[in-house]
């Protein structure tokens, strides 16, 4: 990440992500797919990888209480805001700055790893895929997700209808639907920087299982989740 792309999330990204792409019911959803994949029960560690605001970390604790939690990200502020949240939790975590590709543990740290929203953005996605592995233990749990179609503006106004949809079937006014859907479209703008960042990709499922050849893992299952248009890949170590 280049020191623009990381003064972007750390000023922009992160401090209004809370306010926009996390309050979609199909990011929720995709969530609580993710949870649900990791299959915590029974597990003690969980390293997240790129923890952005930290909404994965908070969910898996709520899954798992007394889960012993590890997060990564480039971002301070997303540190930060994690931090708050697990607070408010009454739990913390050991939370640092690293880079995925880069992992500064030792081999065989963790009982899960989850990744979510973060390879895309990454130019080796594989070497962070080969770390996620080395640092699991075995028969570790991986869980990460991929988009399976390019961001675009498409996505955007399909999440905000769904929204908007939602909203009114619970019964909120129109009107109060409508100034939420105005200051989300506004915020909403803070995306167009990624939109327009080099190195935007897709994957595939076969080029995703093929990030994971010659690993220590099983064959991965690759789920996919329409809605939010992503590939959710999960591993388990063999060895």
Avoid: W
Avoid at 104 to 126: N, Q
Avoid at 138 to 150: D, E, I, M, N
Avoid at 153 to 168: C, I, Y
């Amino acid at each position: 990440m280049g020191v623009l792309q990381r003064l972007y999330f750390d000023s922009v990204y992160n401090p209004l992500y809370d306010a926009t792409t996390a309050r979609f019911s199909r990011y929720k959803s995709l969530q609580e797919r993710c949870i649900a994949a990791l299959e915590l029960s029974g597990a003690q560690s969980l390293l997240c990888v790129g923890l952005g605001t930290g909404n994965e970390l908070v969910a898996a604790l709520a899954a798992a209480p007394g889960l012993r939690l590890t997060g990564i990200d480039l971002s301070a502020s997303a540190l930060a805001a994690s931090r708050r949240k697990l607070r408010a939790c009454g739990s913390g975590a050991d939370l640092r700055i690293m880079d995925a590709t880069a992992l500064d543990f030792p081999e065989a740290s963790f009982d899960r790893v989850l990744c979510v929203h973060v390879l895309d953005f990454l130019e080796t996605p594989g070497a962070a895929v080969q770390e996620m592995v080395r640092v699991l233990k075995p028969g570790g749990r991986l869980v990460a997700t991929f988009p399976s179609r390019l961001e675009g503006a498409a996505l955007g106004v399909s999440l905000a209808r769904d929204q908007v949809r939602q909203a009114l079937a619970s019964g909120s006014h129109a009107l109060a639907v409508a100034a939420e859907l105005l200051i989300a479209c506004t915020l909403g703008l803070v995306y167009v920087p990624l939109l327009l960042r080099g190195g935007h990709r897709s994957f595939s499922d076969r080029q995703v299982r093929a990030l994971f050849d010659g690993l220590a893992v099983g064959e991965p299952r690759i789920m996919e989740e329409r809605a939010y248009q992503d590939l959710i890949a999960c591993a388990v170590r063999t060895k």
